[in-house]
């Protein structure tokens, strides 16, 4: 029997898989959360290299967000990776959930970035 973590790496790996198929060597957007924080980064997979990263542990975003757990810290991760890929000079990415269901905090991650600018 697997244990949890089994899963939800079976889980990511399948959507990683998935997103290889249609990326169309597009740039990914991956998302990370844990209990405590929200994580976000464009990736380009060819490259094997980290274009542009936000998450709720940056200082100045610890001192604006309360608690880096909930979805108002998540949405603010959205609009803030969506400016640092404009400046970057990226539009378009795939939007990787990593395993995660899209609800909750990766949701509000994924529409904020989408208001901010990126196309997925």
């Known amino acids: 029997m697997l244990n949890p973590n089994q899963l939800q790496e079976r889980r990511k790996q399948r959507v990683r898989a998935q997103i290889r198929k249609?990326?169309?060597?597009?740039l990914r957007l991956s998302v990370h959360?844990?209990?405590?924080?929200?994580?976000?980064?464009i990736i380009d997979d060819t490259k094997g290299v980290t274009l542009?990263?936000?998450?709720?542990?940056?200082?100045?975003?610890?001192?604006?967000?309360?608690?880096g757990g909930n979805v108002e810290?998540?949405?603010?991760i959205g609009t803030l990776?969506?400016?640092?890929?404009?400046?970057?000079?990226?539009?378009?990415v795939v939007f990787d959930?990593?395993?995660?269901?899209?609800h909750g905090r990766v949701k509000a991650l994924a529409e904020?970035?989408?208001?901010?600018?990126?196309?997925f």
């Open 22 to 26: 249609k990326a169309g060597g597009r």
């Open 33 to 41: 959360r844990t209990n405590l924080h929200i994580y976000a980064q």
């Open 52 to 67: 542009v990263a936000a998450s709720s542990v940056e200082k100045d975003l610890r001192e604006a967000i309360k608690h």
């Open 73 to 76: 810290a998540a949405k603010r």
């Open 81 to 92: 990776i969506a400016e640092r890929a404009k400046a970057a000079g990226v539009s378009e």
């Open 97 to 102: 959930r990593g395993g995660y269901l899209y």
């Open 112 to 119: 904020a970035a989408r208001e901010g600018g990126l196309s």
